[in-house]
Each structure stands twice: as structure tokens, then as C-alpha cells.
């Protein structure tokens, strides 16, 4: 079965609304909402496809594009290689030319309409900001509270709190403490033990490599409302990732880091091939700085998440 290629766009208004338009009763994954777009013809560019199509259904001529994401779904009847695009600017007023419904929603509200399945890893990448921030490990509590303010203050929207070496109650405590914080502000993701999941309903959770391994047989281990991530290094963890539908990971170690400097990193390269196969927002972690955002964009990442180099101060 040949794979269509698609070309479509998560499209973003000044107000940082994004346009989603709803797809006929009588079409594949008829009823549900989508991204706009249509399929790449034979020796068209992906980019010329996307300023075709989105001229046809909206009326709207790109002026600022980039690549944003690639998912390669199989349906029942149907292959799909969806080449996602995010578009921050464009010429003309966006309508449903072809006479769909639209709809402008604020990112969060994403996750309340029906998307087809394939859709389900570029709601997630609309919703996720570019940088991904990991806490340092050997601060005092009180030093953690100032910086992750720091952060809030300064825009960062996601944040790890890692903490591997405080014992499980003084985790426990500083994790209410920051969960408080990046209330309204920033999505919190914790690391432990799953058994701690109903303890913590707001926030994300981040699985090890490990977990990752002992639990992704048994698939999800709670409902798509709350973010699931995992850490990974290799395409056999990329492979367990998306097996238990995680939303995002980390891609590890890009480069030579003073936290695993026994670890044999990556490099761009390798990273942009796990990547091909990755069909999850990917963060690349490890000797990356936040000015290193484009280059991860380039070889297919979300963006990048790191330690030092993201720490406040």
C-alpha cells in the first residue's frame, strides 16, 4: 500500500489562536477536526503543496513557515506520512473556502476536540513550547523555588523537576511547593514512582528509561488529559515511547555532558536519523544551549531541554 504524503499546518494567529478546520461527513475520518492541508502531488516540494493548499481551502498565502513535525500513520485503509509545518504568518483572511467549518482555539483547548488518531502527536507538538527545562540536582529546596520563579518569569512554559538525590518525602514536599508555582504559568513534569500518580493530578510525569522499559507493554498508565513523557537514547526506547503513547520525550545525549560524561553522545547527525522514525515531539538533551533551538528544528526536534545551560542565573 502506497503511503499518501501530506502536507498540512498547525497556523497561528497574532493572539497565539490556532486555526483548526472541521473535515466533511463524507470524507475519510469524516466529522473529526483537522489541521489544514492536502496531499504533495507527484514531484510537487512540500512547501509549494503547503502554500497550494492552503490557498485553495483558506485563502491564505504563508509568509512565515517551518517545519514543525513528520508522523507516518497506518490506518485500516490507508498509509499516511503527515508532514506538519507551523505557520506563524500569512497573507489574506484565513475562511473555509471549500466551505468547512473553522474554528481559532486556544492551544490548551486542543486536546477537547476530536482529531483523526494520526493528528494526535501534532496536537501535542502545537501545544509544547520550544525548550524544556531541567532542574539541577544538589540545590536546597529554597534555591529551587527562586530559580524555577526565575524561569517562570522568564517565560519557560516546561519544566522537570529532578531531583534524584533528596529522599522521597523532601521531593515529595518541594514538588506541591513547585506545582503551586507553575500553576497557570507552565506544565510540571515529576519523576518517581507511578504509585505517586494520584498524588500529584495536575502535573505531567516523566518516565526514566527504565520505567520506560518495565512499563510500556501495559501501554498508557493513565488518560491522554495528563502529559506522559519518557527519556530516551536509542530507536528501541523511541520504539517502546511511542508503544505506550507517551506525548513527548528526550533525546539523549546529544553531545558530551559534565552529568553522564561516560555516555557516548549522539551527535546531530544520529539525532536527525532517530528522529526520521520518531513520530513524537522529540526534545534534544545534552551540551545544547537555548540558542541551539533552529539547529534542533532542522534535524526534526521539538526543540531542545537541558540543565546549566537553562537554569536561571
Given at each position: ?308 545551560a537553562f537554569w536561571p542565573g
Amino acid at each position: 500500500m502506497k503511503r499518501i504524503h501530506v502536507a498540512a499546518a498547525v497556523i497561528r494567529g497574532q493572539d497565539g489562536r490556532i486555526l483548526i478546520a472541521r473535515r466533511a461527513d463524507d470524507q475519510h475520518q469524516g466529522g473529526l477536526w483537522e489541521f489544514p492541508g492536502g496531499k504533495v502531488e507527484a514531484g510537487e516540494a512540500v512547501r509549494d503543496a503547503l502554500d497550494r493548499e492552503l490557498q485553495e481551502e483558506l485563502g491564505i498565502s504563508p509568509r512565515a513557515a517551518r517545519p514543525l513535525i513528520q508522523v507516518r500513520h497506518d490506518y485500516p485503509d490507508k498509509q499516511v506520512l503527515l508532514d506538519i509545518w507551523e505557520v506563524t504568518a500569512f497573507a489574506g483572511e484565513a475562511h473555509g473556502a471549500e466551505g468547512q467549518p473553522l474554528a481559532w482555539v486556544e492551544p490548551r483547548q486542543l486536546a477537547d476536540y476530536q482529531f483523526p488518531a494520526a493528528n494526535q502527536p501534532i496536537v501535542a507538538a502545537a501545544r509544547l513550547p520550544d525548550s524544556y527545562l531541567i532542574t539541577p540536582e544538589g540545590l536546597p529546596p529554597q534555591a529551587l523555588l527562586q530559580g524555577v520563579r526565575e524561569a517562570l518569569a522568564a517565560g519557560i512554559r516546561l519544566i522537570q523537576l529532578r531531583a534524584p538525590g533528596m529522599f522521597d518525602a523532601q521531593y515529595r514536599d518541594l514538588a506541591v511547593d513547585i506545582q503551586g508555582l507553575c500553576a497557570g504559568k507552565a506544565q510540571l513534569m515529576l519523576k518517581g514512582p507511578l504509585e505517586w500518580l494520584g498524588d500529584f493530578p495536575a502535573a505531567g510525569w516523566h518516565l526514566t528509561a527504565e520505567q520506560l522499559r518495565s512499563y510500556a507493554a501495559g501501554g498508557r498508565p493513565f488518560p491522554t488529559a495528563r502529559w506522559l513523557a519518557a527519556s530516551c537514547h536509542d530507536a528501541e526506547e523511541l520504539r517502546l515511547a511511542e508503544q505506550m503513547a507517551v506525548d513527548f520525550v528526550t533525546l539523549s545525549p546529544l553531545q558530551a555532558t559534565q552529568t553522564h560524561p561516560q555516555a557516548q553522545p549522539l551527535g546531530w547527525e544520529r539525532a536527525g536519523e532517530l528522529l526520521q522514525g520518531c513520530n513524537r515531539p522529540a526534545y534534544l538533551l545534552g551540551g545544547v544551549a537555548p540558542a541551539d533551538v533552529e539547529r534542533a528544528w532542522a534535524v526534526g526536534a521539538q526543540g531542545v531541554a537541558g540543565i546549566r545551560a537553562f537554569w536561571p542565573g
